[in-house]
């Protein structure tokens, strides 16, 4: 009883020892919108891995491809080649940087990915994600950082983001919009509390 009870602990401790030799894949990836708000270009770090899949959320919420150009991958800071494959790339198992570029329409911007990671999006000056009439920022969690000339969310560890930004027009439309049904709701009103006037 006592032999077998030490083979299952010898074979339990190797199994751990296998883990943690195991390289742990690592995903870091920084968005830097464009100041037209356009587009953005991306720089992934990937570690131990040997694919990048270019993903976005579908209508019922499913992964879909994300279309991007000019992607570049580096190991050691030397320009390797890959595999295109649909909605990602392939590579020799290793440590990479990646980038490439993609569109944003309608100042919304969302991606998904294979595994959870660290993501960051970098908002020019004239956009903001303050006001919760203009923007959305998902997944809960996210951190917002602002300096005089960007605004900096950043997720800790997703799998997906699901960004709204706005600029000052926009801004000041929802302004002239509020005014506009303040202006009404006061005009509805007036006839209402001169009548009570009139009956006290």
């Known amino acids: 009883m006592r032999s077998n009870t030490r083979v299952i602990t010898g074979c339990i401790a190797a199994l751990i020892l296998v883990l943690l ?4 894949s690592a995903l870091n990836v920084t968005y830097q919108i464009a100041d ?10 990937v570690n131990a891995t040997d694919k990048y899949e270019f993903l976005q959320s579908g209508a ?26 649909r909605g990602g790339i392939r590579f ?9 570029d993609g569109q944003i329409s309608g100042n919304t911007f969302q991606s998904q990915f294979s595994e959870p990671g660290s993501v960051s999006i970098i908002l020019p000056e004239q956009y ?20 005089m000339n960007q605004t900096v969310v950043t997720w800790d560890k997703t799998r997906y983001f699901d960004i709204r930004f706005y600029d ?3 801004e000041n439309l929802l302004g002239i919009f509020t005014q506009f049904w303040l202006i009404i709701a006061v005009m509805l009103l007036l006839p209402f509390l001169f009548s009570r006037n009139r009956q006290g």
């Open 60 to 85: 019922l919420g499913e992964q879909i491809p994300l279309q991007v150009t000019n992607i570049t991958l580096f190991k050691d800071g030397q320009n390797t080649t890959f595999t295109e494959e």
């Open 168 to 170: 000052a027009n926009q």
């Open 36 to 45: 037209d708000g356009t587009g953005y270009h991306a720089v992934a770090e």
């Open 92 to 100: 020799p198992v290793g440590n990479y940087s990646i980038t490439y």
């Open 128 to 147: 903001k994600v303050d006001n919760p009439l203009l923007t959305s920022i998902q997944p809960s969690g996210s951190h917002v950082n602002r300096s």
């Open 21 to 24: 030799a195991l390289p742990v």
